[in-house]
């Protein structure tokens, strides 16, 4: 594989491994750390092999599963297994080699696994918790657990999972945990599966000094190397600066009015840059699909555009990640961007990116070494841009004080377009285009949710964002009604009324068709309801005439009764009379009620 030296945490992690030791790794993006796993998960086999060879133990099954390597991302478990199988000619072929992730249909994973086994398997750990609950593979005879980028694994909700599958995992047992950070999380996680792991930390610092650190309550080993040539001083002075970020990149920060200004001095940064392979960083799936068509109308000359998100299907995405990977922006004299969200900023290796750039901010600081480490890996050089409103200024001091330098890069005064021309241009296409219309409104919904939600409130605060500039940026004829910002004023967005949007066609003749049967259904069910509403006044008026002509019945009724009560009253009141029980002046006050009323008497 033309690797003519190991990197600093394969140097301290291999012979540990190998040894059969459990290590748990942090170590920074792009420092190596999967081949770390890799040529001890290798020289195991190779062992398990001859083993196998001389009658000391059983050959696996197909569906028995020998080592398994988890991994948050299905990209990440594809780049790992390419990776895996560069070593297949050293592989005995006894053991078969597969991953299996999401996205694909389980019954092609069933097929694979009951054709071609899966004894070395890469996966995911939603499909290899599917296929355990199944019954379809067999952790019996397991020799390696490796969990990549695992801080990410559990901060996807997979703390359940993975704690299930790994208390069923024959307890003696290798595994290794790498991460970029140690969260709460993972500590739990390494209490409940793990066997005196060993503690490695790798930093690197900027003057090319390195320290493998053990954690404090284990010091069982301590590997540091340091530069002899540096006097004590010196020396404790750089170690204070030793930090997780790549030294040889650099960090730019440029501070910007608003977030409608983004795009012009994004246009403006990338018409001054030479050809280059950039990926920048969003914070929403609905961000990148609308910002990849804004910038291929505007920017269709100058580069080839490509998005990345976890909304699209996986076999898109596959193809999607391949060419931008093979792309060369040389050859084509173009930018070669790729447009994404952090699905992207965790373990993937895209060769020879240059620079990265975060229009939305990260969500926390560790968000933000995972999205700039995708560049200046594996000792190359790399630099990155965060855009800031004013009003976010003081997170470019809170990376400093993390041990992230940062420099202020220049707003570019003479940008190709400004903001009033690029929405102009914009909203021409918009009013062509039903389908942009509702992905400017779904980009727009998804950023003030996610500026909402940000760890940072104190930095990243809704009540200091311009709402009516971040409309302005998604170049909105009028603001969706959205919760988060029904009571807040809209200074700096004019509301355009005469656009009629029921009126403005898809371009997308499937859309179209949609929208047109979805018009036929409303009008339909406008006619329903007012169908069901004459029915409704008509059965309300029958009533009432039913219940008016009731009501005269019953009181006619009344009436009938009430005389009927009256006469036979005063029938058996004049029986008493005849046969002398009453007199005539009792009988008078009894029927007529009048005491002094005097009748004729014979």
């Given at each position: 594989m033309n690797f003519l030296q190991v990197s600093k945490v394969q140097k301290a992690v291999i012979p540990l491994f190998l040894s059969n030791k459990d290590v748990c790794v942090k170590a920074c993006t792009g420092s190596g750390k999967t081949l770390a796993f890799t040529v001890p998960l290798v020289q195991?086999?190779?062992?398990?092999?001859?083993?196998?060879?001389?009658?000391?133990?059983?050959?696996?099954?197909?569906?028995?599963?020998?080592?398994?390597?988890?991994?948050?991302?299905?990209?990440?478990?594809?780049q790992i297994h390419k990776i895996v199988q560069d070593f297949r000619e050293v592989v005995p072929e006894a053991f078969?080699?597969?991953?299996?992730?999401g996205g694909n249909k389980i019954e092609y994973d069933l097929q694979r696994i009951k054709e071609k086994g899966c004894n070395v398997v890469v996966g995911t750990v939603g499909r290899m918790f599917d296929l355990f609950k199944r019954e379809v593979v067999s952790f019996k005879k397991l020799e390696i657990l490796v969990m990549d980028e695992a801080d990410k694994i559990l901060e996807d909700g997979h703390e359940t999972q993975v704690s299930h599958i790994m208390s069923v995992l024959p307890r003696q047992r290798r595994t290794g945990l790498f991460s970029a950070?140690?969260?709460?999380?993972?500590?739990?996680?390494?209490?409940?599966?793990?066997?005196?792991?060993?503690?490695?930390?790798?930093?690197?610092?900027?003057?090319?000094?390195?320290?493998?650190?053990?954690d404090k309550n284990d010091k069982s080993i301590t590997i540091k190397e340091f530069d002899l040539n540096i006097d004590k001083e010196e020396l404790k002075q750089q170690i204070k600066e030793i930090s997780e970020v790549p030294s040889n990149l650099q960090n730019f920060y440029q501070v910007i009015e608003n977030q409608a200004q983004k795009l012009p001095q994004l246009m403006g940064f990338l018409s001054k840059t030479k050809p280059s392979r950039l990926i920048i960083f969003f914070g929403t799936c609905a961000s990148v699909d609308f910002h990849v068509i804004i910038l291929r109308m505007l920017l269709s000359e100058k580069a080839t555009f490509f998005k990345l998100h976890g909304k699209i299907d996986q076999k898109k995405r596959s193809k999607i990640y391949n060419e931008f990977k093979t792309q060369s922006n040389e050859m084509e004299g173009l930018h070669q961007i790729l447009l994404t969200t952090d699905l992207?900023?965790?373990?993937?290796?895209?060769?020879?990116?240059?620079?990265?750039?975060?229009?939305?901010?990260?969500?926390?600081?560790?968000q933000f070494v995972h999205r700039i480490g995708r560049t200046a890996r594996a000792g190359r050089s790399g630099k990155s841009l965060i855009y800031l409103q004013k009003n976010e200024e003081s997170y470019a001091e809170f990376l400093i004080k993390k041990q992230v330098k940062m420099e202020l890069l220049e707003n570019i005064a003479d940008t190709p377009m400004k903001v009033p021309e690029i929405k102009a241009q914009v909203q021409v296409e918009m009013k062509q285009d039903r389908d942009l219309i509702d992905k400017a409104s779904n980009a727009f919904v998804s950023f003030v949710r996610y500026y909402k939600e940000h760890a940072l409130q104190y930095i990243f605060s809704m009540k200091l964002l311009d709402i009516g500039e971040v409309a302005n940026a998604f170049f909105l004829f009028r603001v969706p009604r959205v919760k988060e910002i029904l009571n807040i004023q809209l200074k700096s967005f004019t509301t355009d009324h005469s656009v009629k949007f029921e009126e403005i066609p898809y371009k997308d003749k499937n859309k179209e068709k949609q929208k047109e049967g979805v018009n036929k259904k409303r009008l339909e069910k406008m006619e329903w309801k007012k169908e069901k509403n004459n029915e409704e006044i008509e059965k309300e008026d029958k009533r009432k005439k039913n219940f008016s002509?009731?009501?005269?019945?019953?009181?006619?009724?009344?009436?009938?009764?009430?005389?009927?009560?009256?006469?036979?009253?005063?029938?058996?009141?004049?029986?008493?009379l005849k046969q002398g029980k009453i007199n005539i002046r009792q009988f008078n006050k009894q029927v007529y009620g009048d005491s002094d009323f005097e009748g004729e008497s014979d």
């Open positions: 195991s086999l190779l062992k398990l092999n001859k083993e196998i060879q001389d009658g000391n133990r059983s050959q696996p099954d197909k569906h028995e599963i020998v080592a398994l390597i988890l991994a948050p991302s299905r990209e990440l478990a594809m078969s080699m597969c991953y299996l992730i950070t140690m969260t709460s999380q993972l500590k739990n996680l390494i209490k409940l599966g793990m066997r005196n792991p060993h503690f490695i930390e790798v930093r690197i610092e900027n003057e090319g000094i390195f320290a493998f650190k053990q992207a900023a965790r373990g993937i290796d895209i060769p020879d990116v240059d620079w990265i750039i975060q229009y939305d901010p990260p969500q926390d600081s560790d002509q009731g009501q005269k019945k019953k009181k006619k009724a009344e009436n009938d009764w009430n005389e009927w009560e009256e006469l036979q009253k005063e029938e058996n009141l004049f029986k008493k």
